[in-house]
């Protein structure tokens, strides 16, 4: 049996995230990134030897950037990096990019970081504390361990417009969104390679893969005019096959699956939709899944669930109009 949590795992959220890396470690990213099924299309280009251009980044939905070695132009990088979140394009900022080998330019000048820092430090085994579990990027996530070596930026700081997620457990930032720019950002202040190809890196029975997949799947997308709701049909028996459509929202957009334990009034808190009602209880109100939607504004889930979400109240929120749909529960 699946567990809702193996829902997200396996549902195609439909779009083409970029690795931007000036590193040697790049493949277990890349790996890590298409093993979790979130993502059309993972692609990689070694920012050490090359500056994408903001046209090669448009292609992309969301950018990860992190460093170990220095980037080609870091200034020329960090500029079109900003062009591109001022073209809602979504970047995900990790170690070293944001401390001791950095981008600069205006991505670093201008307010676009939402961790800052410039130094570096490692050999001190740290562990997460998660500030707030219902935000789309730590969904799914129970903790990290940075590994023996737990590579991070010692003088972290979160940005004066990034919402605080984790921090280390030696109180120092760990993970940070931000939505006031056109384009969404996230701050990660760990080194993205895991344990799989280098034992001191952060452990791979933790979640560091979910981190990185979460928080490149919030930095995409942005709202737009379109204000109808979408219908969700759910059917099935649960214990088991479950059948989950969603029907007319945006073409071509993107739908965000929430549940509560309960029905209710709570409030999306975070991202493009941040403040938008829906009928679920607030205490439970989780994000499940963002869904990339047909050319028709439909999508079609077909998962086999386990005792744990049955009974669960369950409504879809279009991310382009943020308007609720129709209240539904998992049979």
Known sequence: MLSILS???TASAGSNVLVCYSSGYES????????TKMFTNVAETNCGSTTPTVADLLVHDAVLVYSDSGFSNPSGLGNNLADYVDSAGGVVEAVFANGSVPLSGRFESGGYEPITGSLQSSGTVLTSVILDPGHDVMNGVVGLNGGTSSYITSNALFSATAAPLANWNTGLPLVGADDSHAGRTVGLNFYPPSSTIRSDFWKTATDGEWILANALDWAIGAPSAFTAPATLNVSGVCPGAVTIEIIGGTPDGTASIY?????GSGTVKYGVCGGSATDLDAG???LRKSIQLDASGYAI???TLGAAPCGMSIQVVDRESCTAGNLAVIP
């Open 7 to 9: 829902l997200i795992a």
């Open 28 to 35: 277990d990213v890349y790996t890590k990134l298409h093993d």
């Open 259 to 263: 549940t509560g334990a309960t029905s």
């Open 284 to 286: 439970t109100l989780r």
């Open 301 to 303: 889930l077909v998962p």
